[in-house]
């Protein structure tokens, strides 16, 4: 019965997360950079909370203002700063 209802929770949790990052879409945010980065990107985390991807390899403890794209695995070019979402798991 006890792993029944953790394993609800982490159902809803994971349910409530994805709504919400499906609901960032579209936006722009002020993100600070975090020390983790991959081929072209550089993981960053905005002031509610929200782990995004931005394009390029930058420095840690940086400011940027993001726009956040719905593809997660997108790392998206251009002039201005954009983001994709971040796998959390």
Do not use: C
């Not at 020390?35 to 905005?46: D, H, K, M, S, V």
């Amino acid at each position: 019965m006890i792993h029944e209802r953790a394993r609800t929770l982490r159902r809803l949790g994971q349910n409530k997360a994805g709504e919400f990052r499906a609901s960032q879409t579209g936006a722009t945010l002020r993100a600070l950079t975090l020390a983790r980065t991959g081929y072209n990107w550089t993981e960053a985390l905005t002031g509610n909370y929200l782990k995004v991807r931005i394009s390029g390899k930058l420095p840690a403890n940086e400011w940027h203002e993001v726009y956040v794209d719905a593809n997660p695995e997108a790392v998206v070019p251009g002039p201005q700063m954009n983001a994709s979402l971040g796998n959390e798991g």
